[in-house]
């Protein structure tokens, strides 16, 4: 294990100063905070970020990011999702497309579409679940055939978030027919714009009535060769390493905190034992879990690929905004409504609804766990 | 962690390794007491790591001595390592008072306990001292004529009464009956040296002693699940059994890196903020951790015989001594609320602080 207690530079206290000033103005007071990465979706704010430098930060100059290092990202990221700040736009092209291009794609490509995502104005949605392939990924039927310049792609693809705001998704599919003992093999990444002629997105309302999945069903779409994202056939091994990147980051803690700090400023100063007892746990683990989850960029930084280490910080932090969600319910004991009027209620009953994505979004905590185990035994 | 403390470790290590294996902390059973360890232990200074060397301390700091716990808690080592030096020992010497030859222990007032001292009379009745018949004094506060005393209270004159934690430690009733202490073992209180102070570093060193006793726990349930074979695999190749290595992982990470972090800050005492999360979170992931690894175990977790068992009483002791994590999480709770809403984060976000420009590097042994 290579968790090791990391200290802030400087320049890192100077960084995370910044930004906390910057989103004190920027979000005042009684606004209401959304939950997670994925809790709203706002170019605007997305674009007012990347002005400041704090969206595509681990892109280099050379593609109009910031260079900045895992460190660096982490800070910004968890005063964001600690001011509960509406990053949903431009989160996932940032945190996952954008290290994906770089470590995949072709120069044209990071040239074409890395500006964008560090100016806060080219989102990307995932393009990799479908009707009958969820944890299992290597059964995916979307398929590309070869034509003249490039491939037409044809299958579906679901619980794509956001395809009905983004611009682009990266499609695992398969390039060449199913091998006999080889599964993992003939699958590609291709970037398809979303509005392309032959895709369709129609929403599949999310539990709570919002939009926010959708289907995305691809007819003989035309992608040109140069969309190929990495590889051909090598679509396994890109996507496998892309989930590696979102995994420990403080999207996979923080989501439900504002709904904490929501409810002690309802609570006031003068909370009774118990509650103390639920606020002070909460906030250990929180203190806990955010070291690991840092010690982690820090450990990127140093070079090296911590794999285990953010598959636990995942599962066990995702694990705990769920925890957190009930430990509250169970403190507040009042009857959930979405509609209420007052902040900390309504965030909770938000919170309800959509904590159970927590543990399901970015690799289950059953595949992670899986993942995580053979590293320990090795 | 300083080349200081890496040797440190290892050479803890080494001796851990030859003096306090399984067997010899089932042995310790009888007695609470492994004479050749502790005799072992004094020799090479270890119990008085982070007391000053001016003071007749092996010199180092407060993470020192939580790095020699954390291999302590690793063995299960029946010592009052803790007690001897990270508290009694530091108390001792910031009253300028003399450290005794043997092993020293705390009392930092448990419910119904009482402390008395009228000039150089001294009564006290003080419950779950750990090894506290087996040590040579026994540091407790008194306040007298409106003043704080530290109290080195001697063993001998005291009426012992036997009691144990649940891994067979030792956890006495001490009774002082108006005794008359002499001069060497009562001083004024420093400023910093209270109930409050001693009951932190308590805290930390028994979250210190937890991630220890986690680590190796952690160790074993990997090494025994990838051995045992059941429908013709190793029980470690099935999910619901994956999954229990993975929590004990996660809960031993976790109340490591808390440990670590709140040891490294207290430069030179460890803080409010950094042993109440620490402790709290040992204390839980100590139980999460035990109930995981005695399922992933089996009946063989249940024997006398088998390391597990040496651990797990362990850590559902310590979980509640100085503080169990619903004392911590309601202290820690307390503090925030009163600092507000917009204080949380900042609170949450602290980890370890950058040294102090002034730092002084102290040898340890």
């Known amino acids: ?378 | 962690m300083s080349d200081d403390r890496t040797v440190l470790t290892e050479v803890a290590t080494g001796l851990f390794r030859d003096l306090c294996t399984p067997g010899d902390v089932v042995a310790a059973e009888a007695t609470g007491w492994s004479e050749r360890l502790w005799s072992a232990l004094t020799e090479s200074g270890f119990p008085l790591v982070s007391v000053p060397e001016e003071a007749g301390g092996s010199g180092g700091d407060v993470a020192d001595a939580c790095a020699l716990l954390t291999v302590a808690g690793r063995f299960a080592a029946p010592a009052p390592l803790a007690e001897t030096g990270l508290l009694g020992g530091w108390a001792l010497a910031a009253a300028g008072l003399e450290l005794p030859e043997g092993p020293l222990s705390v009392a930092v007032g448990a419910p119904g306990d009482a402390v008395e001292l009228a000039g150089r009379r001294f009564s006290a009745r003080l419950s779950r001292v750990p090894w506290g018949g087996r040590s040579d004094r026994v540091v407790a506060l008194a306040g007298s004529g409106g003043q704080r005393f530290v109290v080195s209270a001697p063993t001998a004159a005291a009426t012992v009464t036997n009691g144990r934690n649940l891994a067979a430690e030792p956890r006495d009733t001490l009774v002082w009956d108006d005794v008359g202490l002499p001069d060497d073992a009562f001083a004024p209180a420093p400023p910093g040296v209270d109930g409050a102070a001693l009951r932190l570093r308590g805290a930390l060193a028994r979250a210190a002693l937890i991630a220890g006793a986690l680590a190796r726990v952690a160790e074993l349930t990997v090494r025994y699940t990838g051995e045992r074979q059941q429908f013709g695999r190793p029980v470690a190749r099935f999910q619901a059994v994956q999954a229990h290595l993975v929590t004990i992982a996660e809960e031993a990470e976790l109340a490591g890196l808390a440990v670590s972090v709140a040891a490294l800050n207290a430069r030179p005492d460890p803080s409010f903020l950094d042993v109440a999360a620490a402790k709290a979170a040992a204390g839980e992931a100590a139980t999460i951790a035990a109930r995981a690894s005695h399922q992933a175990h089996g009946a063989i977790g249940m024997t006398k015989e088998y390391e597990l068992g040496q651990l797990s009483r362990r850590l559902w002791s310590w979980r509640d001594e100085f503080g169990s994590e619903r004392y911590w999480s309601r202290e820690l709770g307390h503090r925030l609320a009163a600092a507000g809403a917009d204080a949380l984060w900042p609170s949450i976000s602290t980890g370890l602080v950058s040294e102090p420009a002034s730092s002084p590097e102290g040898s340890f042994a």
């Not at chain 1, 968890?78 to 072709?106: K, M, N, S, Y």
């Open chain 1, 1 to 378: 294990m290579q968790f090791a207690p990391t200290v802030l530079t400087p320049a890192e206290e100077a960084l995370r100063a910044e930004v906390r000033e910057f989103l004190a103005a920027e979000l005042p007071a009684g606004h209401r905070p959304a939950l997670g990465f994925a809790g709203r979706h706002d170019p605007e704010f997305s674009r007012t970020l990347a002005e400041r430098g704090w969206v595509g930060m681990a892109i280099p100059p050379r593609y109009g990011g910031h260079g900045r290092s895992a460190v660096d990202r982490f800070l910004v990221a968890e005063e964001l999702l600690a001011a509960g700040a509406p990053i949903g736009a431009h989160f996932v092209a940032d945190r996952q497309t954008a290290p994906a291009l770089l470590h995949f794609g072709t120069e044209e490509q990071r040239q074409r579409f890395l500006p964008g995502i560090a100016a806060g104005e080219v989102y990307f949605s995932l393009g990799m679940s479908e009707p009958d392939s969820g944890s299992d990924l290597a059964s995916v039927r979307t398929r590309a055939t070869r034509v003249e310049g490039g491939w037409t792609v044809t299958g579906t693809k679901v619980w794509t978030s956001e395809a009905h705001r983004n611009h682009f998704f990266a499609v695992l599919c398969r390039t060449s027919p199913v091998e006999e003992g080889r599964k993992h093999a003939g699958l590609s990444q291709l970037i398809v714009d979303l509005s392309a002629p032959g895709v369709r997105i129609s929403p599949i309302p999310y539990l709570d009535g919002s939009h926010h999945f959708n289907e995305v069903a691809l007819e003989d779409v035309f992608v040109p060769d140069d969309m190929v994202l990495g590889e051909l056939g090598s679509g396994w091994q890109q996507v496998t390493s892309e989930l590696a990147y979102e995994r420990s980051g403080p999207d996979r803690w923080l989501s439900t905190f504002p709904v904490l700090r929501e409810w002690l400023r309802e609570r006031g100063a003068a909370v009774s034992g118990e509650e103390a007892v639920v606020l002070g746990r909460l906030a250990a683990r929180f203190r806990a879990i955010r070291q690991l989850s840092l010690s982690v960029a820090r450990a990127l930084d140093g070079g090296s690929a911590p794999v285990v280490e953010a598959a636990l910080v995942k599962d066990v932090g995702t694990r705990f905004e769920q925890d957190l969600v009930e430990a509250l319910r169970e403190a507040a004991e009042t009857e959930l409504d979405q509609g209420s009027r007052s902040l900390f209620p309504s965030l909770l009953a938000e919170a309800v609804l959509t904590s159970p994505s927590y543990t399901l979004r970015g690799g289950t905590t059953e595949i992670l766990r899986s993942v995580a185990a053979k590293g320990l035994a090795a």
